[in-house]
């Protein structure tokens, strides 16, 4: 039995991390602002993580085996987790995203074509941290999402007092309406009502996970003691937006009308121009045992259809 901190966990794959947690017999604590209850059993401190003298106080004496912080965007907040959790936790885990490998925000030489990225390519050690920078603007924080992420990641790396692992997770998928970003029902809309689909000249694959798979990598990571640092988490097997869209036809009965964009035009939230997979070799190495994205993404599509609106 460990002693887990969820900071967030009120939806999706982080309400599924309590859950799960719970029933694994852990203690666990959730902090978020009380937008939602956590699972039966978890203690909950109503507070708003960016304010730190409210959080001191409500974290009392408490400390913990582990944190698992699913809503840290950037640098100041990582920051403020380590003067707040520097003392009261010995492992630390943050959720972070596949962005961070994106060439055209990280200003790093664009990928190899055909070579998934290991988690080397991006050195959190090594990562300049601008604290100064508006991140507390909304705009600002959307539009520099990756680079808050990959801050955050060099903050807990070098600065923070505690083992530290970075969940690097590939897009997920799964959970029906539970899955709050839109970017499946995106397709599933489009595909149900025969709207055309922009998509690029020459379509690039990439990697997913399903909610409830990185729910438990998230858990393994955070009960874990032999490893620390980023850790990439994508199911096995690459698939395209077409690739994408002929599933979701193939759950709903539905025809994908695809139309090549033009350059620079707007296209769906999993369309690339450029070869977009990770590597998940290191995690496998670690003891992990992923499953293959062909395997869950058709009960994914049915789940996301049966929650769609009429066409």
Known sequence: MQRICVIGGSRYFGKLLVQRSLEAGHRVTVVNR??????PGAEHLVVDRDDEAALTAALGGRTFDVVVDQICYTPVQAASAVRLFGDRTARYVMTSTIEVY???????????????????????????VRLDLPW??????????????????????????????????????????????????????????????AVHREEQPSVFIHYAELADLLRWAATATA?????????????EVTGLTAAIAAASGGQPVHRTAAPGEPTGPFSFDRYYAMSNRRAKELGFVFSRTADWLPDAVTEAAATAPAA
């Open 34 to 39: 009380g937008s939602a209850p956590p699972p």
């Open 102 to 128: 994106d060439p055209a925000t990280a200003g790093l030489p664009p990928l190899a074509p055909g070579v998934p990225v290991a988690e080397e390519h991006v050195d959190p050690a090594a990562w300049r």
């Open 136 to 197: 507390h603007d909304a705009a600002y924080l959307e539009a520099h999402y990756a680079e808050g992420k990959r801050q955050a990641e060099a903050v807990f790396t070098r600065e923070g007092r505690f083992a530290f692992v970075s969940v690097r997770s590939a897009h997920v998928l799964g959970g029906g309406a539970q899955e709050f970003t839109g970017r499946l029902a995106h397709y599933v809309e489009r595909v149900g009502r025969g709207e055309e689909i």
């Open 227 to 239: 490893f620390t640092g980023p850790l990439n988490a994508c199911s096995d097997g690459l698939v």
